[in-house]
C-alpha cells in the first residue's frame, strides 16, 4: 500500500512540475494561447479527480492497524511497576496492548527470553498509546521500562507469558 501511495505521489508531482515549467515557458514567449481556458479546465478536473482517487486509495486500512478480534492488554505504569490485567496472552493471535501512565513518561517495551526486544511504545501522561503484535513462540517475556523515569527506574519490570489456546 505505501508502494502504490509513493509511485501516485511521484506522479503528481511531476506532473505539478511540468505544469510550472509549461507555465514558466508560455510567460517568457509573449504569445498568449488561444486555447487557455479549456487547458485550464481539463487540467483542474484532471487533478481533482487523481486526488479523490488518491484519497480513497489511501484511506483503505493499513496493514498495520489493530485487528478487531486483537486480544487487548491494558499496562498502566507508574513509578515503578508496571500493571498488566493479566498474565497470559495467546500464541499465533494478534495482541493489542493500551498503554497508559499517571505520572511520568515511561517506555513500554517487550523482550523474549533471550533479551531481545520485540517492540515497544511510549506511556504518557493523560494518553493511551496502542500497539499491536502477534507472538510467534510459547514463554515467558519480559516488560522493561525504557524511558528513565527516577530512581528507580532499573525495577520497573513486569512478565506475561504466551501460551497455546
Known sequence: MQLTV??????????IVWAFIAAARAAGSGKVPTNIESRRNWIIVSLTVIGVVVTVISLRPWPLAVAKTATVVNASAAQWHWELDTDKVPLGKPVAFKVRTADVNHGFGVMDASGKLLF???????YVNQ?????????????VCLEYCGVAHHTMTAEFTVVAE
Open 131 to 143: 500497539v499491536e503484535y502477534v507472538f510467534d513462540t510459547p514463554g515467558t517475556y519480559h516488560v
Open 6 to 15: 509513493l509511485a501516485l505521489s511521484l506522479v503528481l508531482m511531476a506532473i
Open 120 to 126: 515497544q511504545v511510549q506511556a504518557m501522561p493523560g
